[in-house]
């Protein structure tokens, strides 16, 4: 497996275990879409860039309930979280046009879940060499202003 450098990522692991509170229902109960990089709202679940990305425009897709995972997720959650993830696709490739995608699951904090009781889909844009695309290598600094760039034209882009 061919692995992402993401040094903005280590603030994020360092502080893993310290964060309160589960960002998903923060997100999922605030109409502050760019506050919490809410990029587009289903009925039973939704989408948000991660502020912490292996890549740009790397899309979270969870359910509204808190407490469920991949394998307890009811029949119209599974479907509204496949739905999202392919629209989630459509709309990085509309604005993006990466060359591929990575699109997974991590369940449990040793298979790389930072908060592993909102279960949630990864959507990954992929580039060949992809990290030289993220204009913040090693400078954690910047990435406010480029989520919230990339956070608007996606959800601009987002299919209707
Ligand atoms: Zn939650």
Known sequence: ??????????????????QHGCIFCAAAA????????????GERAFVLLNK???ASGHLLVAPYRHGVNFGDLDEVEILEVH?????????????????G????WNIGRIAGAGIPDHGHLHVVPRWAGDTN????????????????A??????????R
Do not use: C
């Open 52 to 54: 912490f990305p292996y």
């Open 83 to 99: 739905r999202l993830g392919a629209q989630g696709l459509d709309a990085l490739k509309a604005t993006y046009g990466p060359e």
């Open 30 to 41: 605030s109409d502050d879409d760019e506050a919490h990089l809410v990029v587009h709202r």
């Open 150 to 159: 990339t956070r608007e034209r996606l959800a601009g882009a987002w299919p």
């Open 1 to 18: 497996m061919e692995r992402l450098w993401a040094p903005w990522r280590l603030e994020y692991v360092q502080n893993a275990d310290k």
């Open 133 to 148: 695309f993220m204009p913040v290598l090693g400078d954690v600094r910047v990435i406010p202003e480029h989520l919230q």
């Open 101 to 104: 995608y990575n699109l997974g």
